[in-house]
């Protein structure tokens, strides 16, 4: 493994359903404040190991069979979370890192953040820090913004918070429980960042779709890797 290998820009496009929606307008980091570096915004990641990045999205299914799964497969999944739709779950996500799990930003609300002020876009960034130190004893590395719709305030927010990636993602599986792409091949390749949103309550249980997308991943010859140690 090459971790923390040279990050790959990807190209621009649309998803249409649940939280993986429109990306934001470039995938060059923006100025940050001064003395602060902008993070990095990141779809897929530029690596020759044959691995694929699981993120999950908002935190709204909170399924216990997922946490067995995820320690029966040792998988390294990332957990993005928004503080307002979790609600009193933190408990079940506590379980998911002690079993290997990360825990990532998605805000403090699920606001889509691209347009709004300064002020505003670093409450929603800084204040699911501060909820998740106090949940966890960390403060993630790795952001990921509502809707994966952003702007160049939104880096600066993001910066001055200590996030270091901005991660989007080339692929996706929604409630249906098929993947979709951004752009480029229309199948898993090395490197690509997946994203799986939990806020379809009629859809394809989480644990269905991770089930079915490990059976693809394999399908390939890849495997799931730690996104935090490329990044």
Known sequence: MRPRGPLAGAVAAVLLTGCAQAAGPSDRPAPGPPGAFAPLVVRHVATDDRVVFLTYDDGAEQD?????????????????????????????????QSVGASIQNHTLDHRALRGLPYAGQRAEICGQQDKLRARFGIRPRLFRPP??????????????????????????????????????PHRLRPGDIVSLPSDDPTGVPLVERTRRLLGEIRERGLRVGRLENYL
């Open 64 to 96: 216990p069979r997922f946490v067995d799964l995820v320690r029966a497969r040792r998988l390294p999944v990332a957990m993005f979370l928004t503080d307002s739709v979790v609600g009193p779950g933190y408990g079940h996500f506590a379980r998911l």
């Open 147 to 184: 809707h994966g719709t952003y702007d160049t305030t939104t880096l600066r927010a993001a910066a001055g918070c200590g996030i270091s990636a901005v991660v989007l993602w080339r692929a996706a599986m929604g409630g249906d429980g098929r993947l979709t792409y951004t752009g480029g």
